[in-house]
C-alpha cells in the first residue's frame, strides 16, 4: 500500500485564508487547565454514564530508575478511584529492571516485539504506540511516558478530562514548562529545544494551522480508539508530529484540544540526541509536507545523517549513522485488530 496516495487522496489541502484568527479562536476555545478536572469523582461518574474504559500505556525503554515512581503515583487512580480501566506498560526491549519493577507493582507488562509478530518488530516509541492500540481494551487510550521525575495524577486526569467533558473532542495534548538544569540551577523554560528550534518554525511555515500547539512534541496525550485507529503511526521520533498532522487533516482542528500540566521535569538529552531526534522528525515532516504537496521533494527523502564527533585526542571525525521512520498503516486495517475489536471488516482506508 503506498500511503502517500492514500494521504493524498483523503486529506483536503488546507485553505489558509484568515488561518492566524482561526487559530487563536482554537487556541482560546480549546485550551484547558488540568486543574479544572481534579474532582476525580465527577470523572468516574461522566466516564460510567458515557459507558467508557479508559486505558493508561506506558511506553519504556530501560526506565528502571523512574518506572516504580511513576507506577506507584498513578496506580491509585486503577486501585482506589476507579478512573481508570487498566494500565498497561509495553516496552522497547529493556535490558535493566524495567520489567522486574514493573510486575512487582502488580502492572501488566508486554513486550511490543511479542505483539503482532506476524508484521515485525520495529524499536521506536511510535512502534509502542502503534501496537498499544491492539494490546489496550480501552475506548479511550492514554499515553504517559516513564521519566517523569514530578509525575502527578494530573498527567492523567488532566488528559481525560476534556475528553468527558467534551464529546465532541477526539484527542488531547498535554503542555507544561520543561526545565533544564543549567550548572546547578533549573532554568524554567530551557526545555523543548528541539520544538522550538525544528518543528514550531516548521509547522509555522507549511502547517500553521498547527502553530497554536504549545508542546507539538509532548509525550503525554490520549485520544478517543475511534480516531487513533484510523491514523498512521511512525515508529520512532516522528510519531508525534505524524499524529498531529493526520488528525488535522482528517478530522479536523476542532477534533483536538491541549491541556496544562503545569510542569515536566525529566532527563534532558544531550545535543548529539537531539540532533538525531531533530532529523527523525525532518523525515516525518518532509513526507507529509511532500505527500501533501506542501514541499516538493526531486530526490527521496534521505535516512542517513552524519554526526560530527569530538574525540579524547582532540581530533574531530564524522560518523554517517541511518534513521529511518517507518510507517505503520492504521490499526483498522490490520485484520487481527479488526477481529479482536469487532470493527466492521467493510471499512477500507481510502
Known amino acids: 500500500m503506498n500511503l502517500d496516495n492514500h494521504i493524498k487522496t483523503i486529506y483536503d489541502f488546507d485553505n489558509e485564508v484568515n488561518f492566524f484568527m482561526k487559530v487563536e479562536e482554537w487556541f482560546e476555545k480549546n485550551k484547558f487547565k488540568s486543574t479544572s478536572f481534579s474532582n476525580i469523582k465527577r470523572l468516574v461518574d461522566l466516564k460510567k454514564k458515557q459507558n467508557q474504559k479508559i486505558s493508561l500505556c506506558i511506553p519504556t525503554l530501560n526506565e528502571e530508575a523512574t518506572i516504580g515512581h511513576v507506577i506507584d ?32 507493582k502488580g502492572v501488566r507488562f508486554v513486550s511490543a516485539a511479542n505483539v503482532l509478530k506476524k508484521y515485525g518488530d520495529i524499536k521506536g516509541k511510535g512502534e509502542n504506540l502503534w501496537k498499544s492500540l491492539y494490546v489496550c481494551s480501552g475506548d479511550i487510550i492514554v499515553w504517559v511516558d ?41 532554568a524554567p523554560l530551557g526545555g523543548g529545544r528541539v520544538t522550538e528550534l525544528t518543528i514550531r ?19 503525554e496525550y490520549a ?29 479536523g482542528l476542532n477534533s483536538m484540544a491541549q491541556v496544562d500540566l503545569i510542569k515536566r521535569v525529566h532527563r534532558n538529552s544531550p545535543l548529539a540526541s537531539l540532533s538525531n531526534m531533530a532529523f527523525g522528525i525532518l523525515q516525518v515532516f518532509a513526507k507529509r509536507a511532500n505527500a501533501l504537496g506542501k514541499l516538493i521533494l526531486v530526490k527521496k527523502i534521505k535516512h542517513e545523517i552524519r554526526i560530527i564527533e569530538h574525540t579524547d585526542k582532540g581530533n574531530y571525525i564524522i560518523k554517517p549513522k541511518t534513521l529511518q521512520d ?25
Open 73 to 104: 503515583i498513578l496506580i491509585p487512580l486503577l486501585t482506589k478511584y476507579k478512573l481508570l480501566d487498566e494500565i498497561v506498560v509495553i516496552d522497547s526491549g529493556s535490558i535493566d529492571r524495567t520489567k522486574e519493577i514493573t510486575e512487582s
Open 326 to 350: 517507518v510507517e505503520r498503516p492504521p490499526m483498522i486495517i490490520i485484520d487481527e485488530y479488526r477481529k479482536k475489536f469487532k470493527k466492521d471488516p467493510s471499512w477500507v482506508y481510502v
Open 146 to 186: 516513564a521519566d517523569i521525575k514530578n509525575i502527578h495524577p494530573r498527567f492523567v486526569y488532566g488528559l481525560v478530562g476534556p475528553l468527558l467533558t467534551h464529546p465532541k473532542l477526539g484527542y488531547v495534548k498535554g503542555f507544561y514548562q520543561r526545565p533544564i538544569r543549567v550548572g546547578k540551577e533549573l
Open 223 to 251: 485520544g478517543r480508539r475511534g480516531l487513533l485507529e484510523k491514523i498512521p503511526f511512525f515508529t520512532g521520533y516522528g510519531v508525534e508530529t505524524g499524529m498531529l498532522i493526520d488528525i488535522t487533516k482528517k478530522f
Open 201 to 219: 518554525p516548521l509547522f509555522n511555515m507549511y502547517f500553521p494551522r498547527l502553530s497554536g500547539f504549545i508542546q507539538p512534541l509532548s509525550g
